[in-house]
């Protein structure tokens, strides 16, 4: 059981205790959760410990999973906050409709997707999950639950999207679907040869696309160095109204004793990614599952990393730095010995979300995984971190497992005003380990004064 509530990553401990929905529901209606340190878990898709709660319990929300309705004329759907998007996009396609903003899995809950904020390969279209929220229940441990909307609520409704489950408990939310010809997508592959060529690609691929998103051969090095592809896509007119089954076609069954996504083999995956993706120049439609959620089809992919794990790393940096900084993000990964399975880059544009606190911002996003070899990736780590941010740019909270507090607080210089909101009987570890750390530090020197 405890394996269920890992994070996905698994370099964390798993959650030491949960807590059934009916429960941890019936314990906040009744004002006895005051003192106590709960945190909803979705299906675990966070890459760190936003998810985790070492010092209290986990509260298991797969078993709140009811669509309780759709207007199939407006794409309006209300739905419990443990429903996955996989479940949504089965009920809604075909009526002709699918999520304005996914990410890259569709087994992530509802709650997840607003706590988080995600954003997908249409950032420059839509805007992140939340621009797309109409309404929530929030529990709160003083027994009421709270109708948040823009208009209602305002302050918690800003603070519960991205509020990465700190704020109470989300028991169902409405959000707005948008209607599109066909769940297919026609797709087209551009190769790049570098990243000034991508650069040089990326804002009319946007402009003419509704997604975008470019993949990097990380480990390419002399002439090679930075080349990539450019996937585009969008919803064919003619095409599949009915979702694939939801399930994947393969499965790493156990966990094995090493990491299997090392140096040689990603190598060879690079290169050979690299040639036969980048036949296909002319645009084709595909089944939407394998555009957006590629990874889905292998179960437990993450086992691969062997027992250490993996550590992801998303920075944003402005569009102004991004020629300079995303090439040098590369290079210190290499220098450092460091593969990526897989490198994404794609671009944000300026539609700005209702959250208090958004990963998304103009600019280039760069995301890295990494296996966990202890202190050497660490150090690798905290380097990408000190540029990003040196450059202005910010951390992805809901894939980190390791910033330190002054990361966190240059990413997101408005945190101050989530915890003011925070419910006091919800906490994560990745909280205490930031915005805990700030509190703390700021005491101290308010008593040494």
Not at 43 to 56: H, I, L, V
Not at 87 to 110: E, N, R, S
Not at 178 to 202: H, W
Not at 222 to 247: D, I, V
Request: proline share 5%; glycine share 10%; aromatic share 10%.
């Amino acid at each position: 059981m405890a394996e269920r509530f890992q994070s996905f990553g698994l370099a964390t401990p798993p959650a030491a205790r949960t807590m059934h929905a009916d429960d941890a529901i019936a314990l906040l209606k009744g004002g006895q959760a005051r003192q106590a340190s709960l945190l909803a878990y979705g299906n675990g898709r966070s890459y760190g410990d936003s998810c985790q709660n070492q010092a209290g319990a986990v509260i298991d929300m797969l078993p709140l999973n009811r669509i309780r309705g759709f207007n199939a004329e407006t794409g309006l759907l209300e739905a419990d906050a443990g429903a996955l998007l996989a479940d949504i996009i089965a009920h809604a396609a075909p009526y002709g409709f699918f999520p304005a903003v996914v990410p890259g899995t569709q087994f992530v809950t509802l709650g997840g997707a607003i706590a988080n904020d995600v954003h997908g390969k249409n950032h420059h279209r839509r805007g992140t999950f939340g621009c797309h929220v109409e309404s929530f229940a929030l529990l709160r441990s003083d027994g009421r639950t709270y109708r948040c909307s823009a208009a209602e609520n305002p302050r918690l409704f800003r603070a519960t999207i991205g509020g990465l489950g700190l704020t109470g408990l989300i028991l169902s939310a409405s959000i707005r679907l948008m209607r599109v010809p066909s769940l297919d997508i026609v797709e087209k592959t551009t190769r790049f040869r570098d990243l000034g060529e991508y650069f040089d690609l990326a804002e009319a691929a946007d402009q003419a696309n509704e997604y975008a998103v470019a993949w990097i051969d990380q480990l390419a090095r002399g002439r090679n160095s930075g080349r990539g592809l450019l996937f585009t896509g969008n919803h064919a007119e003619h095409g599949s109204h009915a979702a694939s089954r939801a399930g994947a076609k393969f499965s790493v069954p156990v966990q094995p004793p090493f990491n299997v996504l090392n140096r040689p083999f990603l190598t060879a995956f690079n290169a050979a990614y690299w040639w036969k993706k980048g036949r296909a120049a002319v645009p084709r439609q595909v089944e939407y599952q394998g555009f957006f959620f590629p990874l889905d089809s292998v179960r437990d992919w993450n086992r691969l990393y062997g027992p250490k794990g993996l550590f992801q790393h998303q920075s944003v940096v402005p569009e102004e730095a991004a020629r300079a900084v995303v090439p040098a993000l590369l290079v210190a990964a290499r220098q450092a010995g460091q593969g990526s399975f897989l490198t994404v880059l794609k671009r944000f544009g300026s539609i700005s979300s209702p959250a208090l606190l958004s990963f998304p911002r103009p600019g280039y996003t760069l995301t890295l995984d990494f296996p966990n070899r202890g202190a050497a990736t660490l150090a690798l780590l905290a380097e990408l971190d000190r540029m990003a941010i040196a450059a202005g740019g910010a951390v992805n909270p809901y894939k980190d497992a390791r910033m330190d507090a002054s990361t966190f607080a240059a990413s997101f210089p408005e945190w101050s005003k989530l915890e003011a909101l925070r419910d006091p009987a919800f906490m994560s570890d990745f909280w205490v380990r930031t915005a805990g750390s700030i509190d703390a530090q700021r005491r101290r020197a308010e008593a040494a004064e």
